[in-house]
């Protein structure tokens, strides 16, 4: 019986496969890019308020406690409304649930 070492050894690589050749994905980079910039904007809609909490409570006339409530309100709602366009995502046509996202 061979050990797991030596059935991985036994596998041969990709590229001799192709004959020693590399593939390139065409578009490989621009959808890493594009996947890395989603994210980074995923995790900066919900940094925001932070940093205008301030301007809003002096626009609006309130206290630090009624402008701090702003975060805790928009992550409920995160928290809620997350799966319900998790299932829209697999029953809906996907521009209409981004839509009404």
Do not use: C
């Amino acid at each position: 019986m061979k050990s797991d070492d030596e059935s991985i050894a036994a596998v041969p690589p990709l590229g001799d496969a192709l004959g020693g050749r590399t593939v390139a994905m065409p578009g490989a980079r621009a959808a890493l890019a594009l996947l890395l910039l989603i994210n980074l904007m995923n995790y900066v809609d919900r940094q925001i308020l932070s940093a205008v909490e301030r301007p809003i409570g002096d626009e609006f006339h309130v206290t630090e406690a009624a402008t701090g409530w702003l975060a805790t309100a928009f992550l409920l709602a995160y928290m809620v409304f997350s799966p319900i366009f998790g299932v829209m995502a697999d029953r809906v046509r996907r521009w209409r649930s981004s839509a009404a996202g």
